[in-house]
């Protein structure tokens, strides 16, 4: 593993289904965020975490919860899907919480919500 | 409320030209300011950022101007290459809002640049 490695790449999945999206990095970097990327909309923070142990919402956390158990995880999970979540999902990662500190992104999970 | 904006989805330059690539903001609290480049089926990808103490940031052909007063900054690219094709988003960030806003960007909708060989 180098970076940040998500999955799956893309899925389809039914409304009302649960699914966690991955989020693995090797960096030791104390914070990672997830992100939805929409036509239009940019790249728009879900949820975060500044270190293991602890998690905090974004702009858009409604129907989506994480997890940081350990350092280099940070799971997604939508408990029962709707089609309104049909997107890209990246998760990112940083040294720490400071915005000097560049964040670095995953390829991204293609989601569809049939 | 879209507090970062690119007003313009797409941008087409000739190679060679210079690329001029817009952000717009409106929270004034916004002090740390960051250009991400995204190619398609990959994530983003940090370009350059600047301090609002600062008003221009210079990595060999990118540069980056921020205008305080009007909330505006640019990234200039010169010269283009075709290379450079992909999508560009900027974002914002409130660095000293404590650790509630740590680390959380706010992006723009993003500018499909393409450059013709």
């Known amino acids: 593993i180098a970076g940040i490695t998500q999955a799956p790449t893309s899925q389809i999945l039914a409304a009302g289904r649960r699914m966690t999206l991955r989020c693995t990095q090797d960096?030791?970097?104390?914070?990672m965020y997830w992100y939805r990327q929409d036509l239009g909309l940019g790249l728009r923070l879900i949820h975060y975490?500044?270190?293991?142990?602890?998690?905090g919402k974004g702009e858009v956390p409604d129907g989506y919860s994480v997890s940081r158990a350990n350092t280099d995880d940070f799971p997604l999970t939508l408990a029962s899907a709707v089609p309104s979540q049909t997107s890209v999902y990246f998760c990112?990662?940083?040294?720490?919480?400071?915005?000097?500190?560049?964040?670095?992104f995953g390829p991204g999970t293609r989601l569809t919500v049939l | 409320d879209q507090q970062v904006k690119q007003n313009s989805p797409s941008l087409s330059v000739q190679e060679g030209r210079i690329s001029i690539l817009n952000c717009d903001y409106t929270n004034s609290m916004f002090d740390y300011f960051l250009w991400y480049k995204k190619y398609p089926a990959e994530g983003p990808t940090f370009l350059i950022s600047?301090?609002?103490?600062?008003d221009k940031n210079e990595d060999g052909r990118f540069t980056v101007f921020l205008n305080k007063s009007a909330k505006h900054l640019s990234l200039h690219i010169v010269p283009s290459q075709p290379g450079d094709s992909a999508v560009y988003f900027c974002a914002a960030i409130q660095s000293n809002a404590g650790g509630t806003s740590y680390g959380k960007l706010t992006f723009g909708q993003g500018t499909i640049l393409t450059v013709h060989p």
């Open positions: 600047i301090s609002s103490i600062k």
């Open positions: 960096m030791r970097h104390n914070a």
């Open positions: 975490s500044n270190t293991a142990g602890t998690t």
């Open positions: 990112a990662s940083s040294v720490r919480e400071a915005p000097y500190n560049e964040q670095f």
